[in-house]
């Protein structure tokens, strides 16, 4: 079964320090993948996906995700974290059994210290 | 704006009690989801709809139903709660006919089911 895995469920940088948030998936999924964002209080919005094309993709608030294939990973950055960062982070795959179905994995907790 | 509107934030219900949750969405999407969110295991899909009266089971069903008399609207309900349904709700929506297209959330209805 199509599956994905973020590995820590809390994260906490430094204001003006690299973010990097890992997300591994099965490699039974076929190459969708997808990063929500969700801050305090509030629904979940799109950050960023990968369908096809150019392996490193480019989301909103500066973040960034690199599709690598051979490591079936796709992991999300940031070169500095802003305090507004602050929020949770879930990775996303497409699942087989219908097309409009998306599993998200158990995300992890972005804190951002002054 | 776009917008996935859940009709009650914040919800307390008895043990037995019958709860609706309500979700609106005003982009004229076919695909209307309902998923609940717990900490540390991210975001289980309940029920999903593709079409007016059209509905599937998905991960967790058991304990919940669903109902969609008209496109905009997506109901969730719960015959007869229990503590163990105490969790946060949430609704979706997307564009039907796309292949993983983006999911628009509400934000959240948060139940406490004492």
């Known amino acids: 079964a199509q599956s994905v895995t973020q590995l820590g469920s809390h994260v906490s940088v430094s204001e003006g320090a690299l973010v990097l948030l890992r997300c591994n998936y099965s490699?039974?999924?076929?190459?969708?993948l997808f990063w929500y964002v969700q801050y305090p209080n509030q629904g979940l919005q799109l950050l960023l996906k990968?369908?096809?094309?150019?392996?490193l993709v480019k989301g909103i608030n500066g973040f960034e995700a690199e599709f690598k294939k051979s490591e079936t990973s796709f992991h999300l950055t940031k070169p500095s974290a802003h305090m507004s960062d602050a929020a949770e982070y879930f990775c996303?795959?497409?699942?087989?059994?219908?097309?409009?179905?998306?599993?998200f994995g158990s995300g992890t907790r972005l804190s951002i210290r002054p | 704006d776009v917008k996935v509107t859940q009709s009650s934030r914040y919800l307390v219900k008895r043990t037995g009690e019958k709860v609706f949750l309500e979700c609106v969405q005003d982009?004229?999407?076919?695909?209307m989801f309902w998923y609940r969110q717990d900490p540390g295991l991210g975001l289980r899909l309940i029920y999903f709809?593709?079409?007016?009266?059209?509905?599937e089971k998905g991960d967790i069903p058991e304990g919940y139903s669903v109902s969609r008399e008209k496109k905009e609207r997506f109901s969730l309900i719960l015959e007869s709660a229990s503590t163990n349904q105490t969790s946060m709700y949430l609704c979706?929506?997307?564009?039907?006919?796309?292949?993983?297209?983006?999911?628009?959330f509400g934000e959240g209805s948060r139940l406490t089911v004492l």
């Open positions: 979706a929506s997307s564009l039907g006919g796309t292949v993983f297209g983006e999911l628009f």
């Open positions: 490699s039974s999924v076929p190459p969708y």
């Open positions: 990968y369908t096809t094309g150019a392996t």
């Open positions: 996303a795959v497409p699942g087989y059994s219908s097309a409009s179905k998306i599993i």
């Open positions: 982009m004229d999407h076919e695909n």
């Open positions: 709809s593709y079409d007016v009266k059209m509905k």
